[in-house]
């Protein structure tokens, strides 16, 4: 006959239930202008974001593998006022009553960078932050905006998914997801890419045509 182990928290959860009843029905004591108030607050966690490379998926394509979901915190406090003004506070108890659920996407990578930096022994990425950048795009050949010399600032072949950025702004070797573009690196730097901007590399200049320059939102990744 197996036995249910009992959750780890319970005795956390049975101080918050007594902390609660003292909230509810202890709310204020008073004496001489003094007075102790038992406060609980909830407060929501934000739900991580994961990027998981998956190989067998075709670049640029995202798919939502889990759904996200926000976490719970109760923080219980001993807040003490004095002729109505707070006076000073003290935290009885902060519990994880919910951990969060993270939202996972599974990404497609191009072979040219699934052997490149972290992607090479890493396949799961945390988003870190998101940022609004100012897109252009170019190729490799000097016809498409490149240089020429067919090798990103760290001496990598260039290609889909080497990016050049402002390494003030965004480190070289920063795993990235780009909106439209898919996952990249970023690789590479340029005289014109101050601040936020980024330059992406595509295989033919009729892409790079197409794409254009727009304003895309990159996520980077660690």
């Known amino acids: 006959m197996k036995h249910r182990r009992s959750a780890p928290w319970s005795g956390s959860l049975r101080m918050l239930c007594v902390l609660m009843c003292c909230s509810a029905f202890l709310p204020i004591f008073a004496r001489n202008g003094q007075s102790v108030r038992i406060e609980t607050e909830r ?50 108890a902060d519990m994880l009553i919910k951990p969060p659920v993270p939202a996972i996407y599974q990404v497609g990578v191009f072979p040219h960078i699934s052997s490149r930096g972290d992607l ?14 100012n897109a252009s795009a170019y190729t490799p050949h000097p016809s498409g905006g490149g240089t020429g010399s067919g090798r990103t600032a760290n001496g990598w072949p260039a290609g889909y998914g080497l990016v050049a950025v402002d390494p003030k702004v965004i ?5 990235l997801y780009v909106e439209g573009y898919g996952m990249a690196i970023a690789a ?30 990159v996520y980077l990744l660690r």
Not at 53 to 65: D, G, Y
Not at 171 to 175: D, F, M, N, Q
Not at 206 to 214: C, E, K, T, V, Y
């Open 43 to 92: 407060v929501s966690i934000a739900s991580p974001t994961i990027y998981e490379v998956n190989r067998r998926l075709s670049p640029r394509k995202r798919v939502l593998a889990q759904p996200g979901e926000p976490g719970l915190r109760i923080i219980t406090r001993s807040v003490q006022y004095s002729d109505n003004k707070k006076k000073s506070v003290t935290v009885l």
């Open 120 to 133: 090479r022994t890493q396949d799961r990425f945390y988003r870190a932050r998101v940022m609004t950048m």
């Open 171 to 175: 480190p070289l070797g920063t795993v």
């Open 188 to 217: 590479d730097k340029g005289r014109a890419i101050k601040g936020n901007k980024i330059d992406l590399c595509f295989h033919s200049l009729r892409d790079a045509r197409q794409f254009g320059r727009r304003n895309v939102k």
